[in-house]
């Protein structure tokens, strides 16, 4: 299960906000790439991606990445334990 804090909210919810001005079916998509977390405007869900939605925010989540999703400086994401 993935958990965000407040930060990481507001931090994904202005990406996709931003995005929605040009492509209203935008969402963020987040998922590991050289093992490190990274994240993607997209308009549709990859194979086996998960659904997270908190108010008006929908998150792709790539299987396998779980725990508490942070923002820290310049909103750079990470997991927390």
Same mark, same amino acid.
């Given at each position: 299960? =993935?958990?965000?804090?407040?930060?990481?909210?507001?931090?994904?919810?202005?990406?996709?906000?931003?995005?929605?001005?040009?492509?209203?079916?935008?969402?963020v998509? =987040?998922?590991r790439? !050289?093992g490190? =977390?990274?994240?993607?405007?997209?308009?549709?869900?990859?194979?086996?991606? !998960?659904?997270?939605?908190i108010?008006?925010?929908? =998150?792709?989540?790539?299987?396998g990445i779980? !725990?508490?999703l942070?923002? !820290?400086?310049?909103?750079?994401?990470s997991?927390?334990?």
């Amino acid at each position: 299960m =993935l958990e965000l804090t407040d930060r990481a909210r507001e931090a994904l919810l202005a990406s996709q906000s931003a995005a929605r001005r040009f492509d209203p079916g935008a969402h963020v998509r =987040l998922f590991r790439t !050289g093992g490190q =977390l990274r994240t993607a405007l997209v308009d549709a869900a990859e194979p086996g991606d !998960g659904v997270v939605t908190i108010e008006e925010l929908t =998150l792709f989540v790539q299987p396998g990445i779980v !725990g508490t999703l942070d923002a !820290g400086e310049h909103n750079a994401l990470s997991l927390v334990p």
